[in-house]
């Protein structure tokens, strides 16, 4: 078991090099500037122990965090929960609070699938998205790309892996897997906050 | 003035059990000492029995539209109602609803609920604290004792997700549930800091927010509706714990807030020695602090002067009380500060 190690927080002044490669993935997955888009939500933020955590603050929270970060402290969670970082392909693991804002405020989806009532039930104990289940497909779609599910009611229910490409899909027999399952928000329901966050959060 | 010695005040709570007391506390499950204060307060037999018939009764639920989300709330209850639930609109809050009758699965499990488009509140009263200190979009809140973040996400839904609230609470189990009731409600205004609240003013320094509400932990004498437990666990010397941190967080609350800031102190608790007490004490301890009206959302019962061997100051008829048996929902304590 990995040693628990502290919980420190950067700016991407602090760490540049992680800064560049978190927005160049948003710009991948979004096809926008997130940080210019969510304004005032500009500022971003980097908290890592175990995992390296995103977050997108305003100035206004940003000085709430430096008055934290002056006493010794960070925050335990702050602004929009961007996403996980991590060390290989895909790099960022979007979360579905920054998808449903983004989409929000963009007014289309991108990098999504939508699926149907029946698909999405499953979905939300963890399965992945069979061809069968999806109802429509918003560009682009990269194989081993991150992928978002949208219920019929436009809201953000998950992320997940692609496996295919937007011109592959077509080819899939209804029972093929689509979507791998990474985070669905069933995952607040399954007591997954525990034994996840534990290793998660100091 | 410091916090009086533990052993004067479980001598200045205890109280002497009369026959009618004991009976009724036998009959209904309750322990006795409790409801000799039910008499203290309210000086009536019979209304201390529909008290305590009340405390069986049980609570609605109520769902909490979350407008920053779900832009006509309309189109959320139209969605639960086909689910089977029935709800009732709130005449003084207009996006929260009664729930009258649960329906085919949980609230607490419905794709509504993992989409965030509502918050289930257990009952009326805790809707209260959060619409009576009323931020605005250009206030610095701070929840002192955020819990699992009902109150620190409908500040924020108050605010229309602008402005900053920082939430903090000490319990582990109590912040990894509040970070997941933010991201799921989509609130992105919250700095959440895990860490013991009487260390506020130390961290941020003092008057470092407009506005401060503090729902702090006490006894839950108001909520025996939800919990049955709390009829007989808690004794007098729980009683005078609580006041004692209640009285050191509401201090704490005072000293984070700016001058002519506001502090919202309430309790789920109908026990004056978590209210009353706690605020007449701070009233005579801090220097520079005034109980401000708080508007008639409801037909409260005003806080009261006089309680068994205690007289408070005449300023607290300003603070209101709820009563399962009067008002249909939980019993809260609710107190508004100003800071001079």
């Known amino acids: 078991m990995p040693l628990k190690e502290a919980l420190k927080c950067f700016s991407c002044f602090e760490v540049s090099r992680l800064c560049g490669r978190v927005l160049s993935e948003l710009r991948s ?23 390296t955590e995103v977050y997108l603050v305003s100035s206004e929270l940003l000085g709430v965090v430096d008055v934290l970060r002056r ?29 449903n804002t983004v989409f929000s405020r963009l007014g289309r989806y991108v990098s999504t699938v939508v699926v149907s009532d029946d698909g999405l039930k499953p979905f939300l104990y963890g399965r992945d998205i069979l061809k069968t289940s999806v109802v429509k497909v918003y560009p682009k779609l990269r194989r081993n790309g991150i992928v978002f599910v949208v219920g019929s009611d436009g809201y953000v229910y998950g992320v997940g892996i692609s496996l295919v490409d937007d011109l592959m899909i077509k080819d899939l027999r209804s029972n093929d897997v689509v979507v791998k399952n990474v985070f669905d928000v069933g995952w607040y329901l399954r007591g997954g906050t525990k034994p996840k966050e534990k290793k998660f959060k100091v | 003035m410091p916090f009086p010695k533990i052993d004067e005040l479980v001598k200045l709570f205890s109280v002497d059990v009369s026959e009618r007391a004991r009976v009724l506390a036998s009959r209904y499950g309750f322990r006795d000492y409790m409801v000799e204060r039910y008499y203290m307060m309210f000086g009536d037999w019979d209304v201390v029995e529909e008290l305590l018939k009340s405390f069986d009764r049980g609570l609605n639920k109520v769902v909490r539209c979350n407008t920053l989300k779900v832009s006509n709330c309309g189109y959320l209850v139209e969605r639960l109602s086909r689910l089977g639930f029935t709800l009732r609109s709130v005449g003084w809050c207009g996006y929260a609803f009664e729930v009258l009758s649960e329906g085919f699965v949980s609230l607490g499990a419905t794709h509504e609920f993992l989409a965030g488009m509502y918050y289930v509140h257990r009952g009326l009263a805790t809707l209260l604290p959060p619409i009576i200190l009323s931020p605005k979009p250009s206030d610095r809140v701070l929840d002192l004792a955020a819990g699992v973040g009902g109150k620190t996400t409908h500040l924020s839904q108050i605010m229309g997700g602008s402005g900053v609230v920082v939430a903090v609470d000490v319990d582990r189990v109590k912040v990894r549930a509040l ?34 509400l503090l729902d702090a932990p006490c006894t839950g004498e108001g909520i025996i509706q939800v919990d049955r437990s709390r009829r007989f666990k808690t004794d007098v010397v729980d009683l005078v714990r609580a006041s004692q941190l209640q009285y050191e967080l509401l201090m704490t609350a005072l000293r984070s807030v700016c001058s002519g800031g506001y502090v ?19 009233l005579n301890d801090f220097d520079g602090v005034e109980v401000a009206d708080i508007p008639k959302i409801v037909d409260f019962y005003s806080g009261i002067t006089e309680f068994g061997r205690s007289r408070f100051s005449d300023d607290l008829r300003r603070c209101v009380r709820t009563y399962p048996h009067v008002h249909g929902m939980e019993g809260f304590f609710i107190c508004l500060l100003r800071k001079l």
């Open chain 2, 179 to 212: 970070r997941s009731n933010l991201e799921r409600l989509g609130v992105y205004n919250v700095v959440v800091v895990r860490m013991d609240g009487r260390l506020v003013p130390e961290v941020f320094g003092e008057g470092f927010f407009s506005k401060v």
């Open chain 1, 29 to 51: 997955v979004f096809d926008v500037d997130v940080t210019e888009l969510l304004s005032p939500y500009s500022e971003l933020l980097f908290c890592s122990g175990l995992f």
């Open chain 1, 71 to 99: 006493s010794g402290r960070v925050p335990y969670c702050v602004g929009v929960y961007v996403g996980r970082f991590r060390g290989r392909e895909p790099y960022l693991i979007p979360s579905t609070m920054l998808a």
């Open chain 2, 264 to 282: 919202l102190y309430s309790t789920c608790s109908i026990a004056p020695e978590e209210g009353e007490f706690v605020v007449d004490l701070v």
